[in-house]
């Protein structure tokens, strides 16, 4: 299976008053680059969730966003401060002992001081958060590897596409290519005939400036190698199966059929094979940037 390396992937679950949120985004890159972002409380399913994420993740610039909510609104529960408010209510006792008057305190009194009430994030279950933090990006990230494949078989179809006109191309040049020499020759013997007039030609002479000609200009071994990394892209799309992901491979192939492309356009004295390998070159360069986007 052939898969992109951006995707996108969204998950929410709900656990008993919990609810957990896992968002993951990826763009292109070199390598794995994994930046996962936590609640402070949820630290410790850091470790747990990186680990995760590289079972379905090979490359690529992946962002992990993760919430942790109550169903009722925000985790913060109201507390009262039982050690301002006795300071509190013991001052007051005092004051009105000390200036002998009635101590009229009431609770809502009380109640209105600074730092009486304080609001403080309710107690959490490390262990149950962790899994359900697990749950929630699991969810995630299947639903963000079904996004990548889905685009992926969209690069492979255009990549399959792009090989077949660079069969085309490679099909031209093979069959050209044996023509160039003979009309070399022929061009050749024509004007050693216009400047000799009546007298004969050394064939071997000519012969020899012919197969040096054809030295010169033959692109047999490059068409043969740049037919065999055509098959072997395709081959490797059409497996996808490489557990370390395949754009790796795919660009290092696609690099030795640039190299045998330039061999070609330098060893050309044809227009019509300088054309084809200009079309040659620009395919391969599309068929590259593509292959950026595959895992």
């Not at 680059?33 to 410790?44: E, F, I, Q, S, Y």
């Not at 609001?119 to 990548?148: I, P």
């Not at 696609?254 to 620009?282: F, H, P, W, Y």
Request: glycine share 6%.
């Amino acid at each position: 299976m052939v898969c992109s390396m951006t995707g996108f992937g969204r998950s929410e679950i709900t656990q008993g008053e919990r609810r957990y949120m896992a968002e993951i985004r990826s763009v292109n890159n070199r390598y794995l680059d994994l930046n996962v972002k936590l609640p402070r409380r949820l630290g410790a399913a850091d470790g747990p969730v990186r680990a995760l994420l590289k079972r379905y993740i090979k490359r690529g610039k992946v962002d992990v966003f993760v919430s942790c909510t109550l169903d009722y609104g925000n985790d913060e529960v109201v507390r009262y401060n039982r050690r301002i408010a006795s300071e509190y209510l013991e001052s007051l006792k005092l004051m009105a002992e000390e200036f002998g008057m009635e101590n009229d305190i009431r609770l809502s009194t009380l109640a209105r001081f600074p730092d009486v009430f304080v609001t403080e994030e309710e107690e959490l279950d490390e262990d149950e958060a962790v899994k359900g933090v697990l749950e929630a990006v699991e969810d995630a990230c299947m639903k963000f590897s079904e996004a990548r494949r889905t685009e992926g078989e969209w690069l492979k179809s255009d990549l399959l596409d792009k090989l077949t006109v660079m069969e085309s191309s490679v099909a031209y040049i093979t069959e050209r290519s044996p023509q160039i020499i003979e009309e070399y020759k022929k061009s050749l013997r024509e004007k050693i005939e216009d400047l000799m007039g009546e007298k004969s030609i050394d064939e071997n002479r000519l012969a020899m400036e012919v197969a040096l000609f054809a030295d010169k200009v033959c692109v047999d071994e490059e068409l043969v190698r740049l037919g065999s990394h055509i098959s072997q892209v395709r081959s490797v799309l059409e497996k996808g199966d490489d557990k370390d992901g395949i754009g790796r491979r795919l660009d290092f192939i696609v690099q030795e059929m640039n190299r045998e492309a330039n061999t070609i356009l330098s060893k050309s004295t044809d227009l019509g094979i300088s054309d084809m390998g200009i079309d040659l070159k620009t395919t391969i360069e599309k068929i590259r940037e593509q292959i950026q986007n595959i895992e």
